[in-house]
């Protein structure tokens, strides 16, 4: 059989509320997320056992890497049935930055249990509710890619609902600026601040769902008026490069900006007609000649 290939799309927190830490210790959220044009590409070909390669010698190929994670537990739950893949060679094509809130690693976990679903029989398949269970269970950002659409985002992650029609039309295809500096930050240590800083970090539930459905109540208000992330505070007392440059931005160019997920990425959204020429000049003044910059489109 030939390789098979899948997109594995990055994904931009448009709105991200942490509402509060649960008893597990994890954080509930209602989170407007939405994925990328631009991402990673993962390929497989049958194979006696499960191997990974990458394109990119800084990214870890052992069974840290969310695509052996992923196999592992397909082959977990799919064990003794007959056509369920027992073996694999993955190839994959990394250009999402890691520690960037892009949801990269996720979304190739979810790419390799699409492929697994591929190249297995019928009968050796995940049905969709197992399918949905081992995505929460790899990992709180994996549910969200098992729809290629913008959608709300629940409890840790693992509630994973639809928007409107109308709403859906606000976002996809929404031209967007994304940008990282050289440095990542930990998803745990983000958390971490915010336990700190508690309660003042958190934005309670009923308050956030307030402002999402003011936004989804009003057809006429722009993408750019849901914009908002409360993990970005902690990270910017931090990272003070962060905010200088949000704010730059903000100031010469109008562009809201902001950063996704638990960062260290940030994007903007960009007018049709706004030329990125300047725009790059000034992030990559900002945050060294290194930044990586990519424009791409909300999908
Ligand atoms: O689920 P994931 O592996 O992405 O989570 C990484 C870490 O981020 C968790 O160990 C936890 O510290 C924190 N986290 C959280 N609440 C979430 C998602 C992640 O506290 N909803």
Known sequence: ????????PAKLNLFLAITGRRPDGFHDL??????????????????????????DP??????????LKAAAAFRRVTAGR??????????????TPMGAGLGGGSSDAV?????????????????????AATAAQLGSDCPLFLRSAPVVMRGRGERVDPLPDAAVRRIRGRRVLVFKPGFGI?????????????????????????RLAAWLGDGAAPLED?????????A??????????????????????????????????????TSIGPIRATIRAAWGDSTFVIETRLA
């Not at 849901?226 to 902690?234: A, C, D, R, S």
């Open 82 to 95: 007959p056509g369920a893949a027992a073996g694999a060679a993955f190839v994959l094509e990394k250009h």
């Open 58 to 67: 800084e990214v870890p190929v052992d069974d840290a890497n969310l695509v």
């Open 30 to 55: 209602v989170s407007v997320v939405a994925p990328l044009e631009f991402g990673d590409r993962l390929s497989v070909a049958p194979a006696p056992v499960f191997s990974l390669t990458c394109s």
């Open 226 to 234: 849901l914009l908002f992330n409360n993990m970005e505070p902690p």
């Open 186 to 210: 930990s998803t745990p240590w983000a958390y971490g601040r915010l336990v700190a800083s508690a309660p003042g970090g958190y934005l309670p539930a009923p308050e956030a769902e307030a």
């Open 1 to 8: 059989m030939a390789a098979l290939s899948v997109q594995a």
């Open 236 to 273: 910017c007392a931090k990272f003070v490069a962060l905010p200088v440059l949000l704010e730059r931005l903000q100031a010469e160019f109008g562009l809201s900006a902001r950063m996704s997920g638990s960062g260290s990425a940030c994007f903007a959204l960009l007018p049709e007609s």
């Open 111 to 131: 790419a390799a249990l699409r492929l697994l679903q591929e190249i297995s029989d019928h009968a050796g398949r995940l049905t969709p509710e197992e399918m």
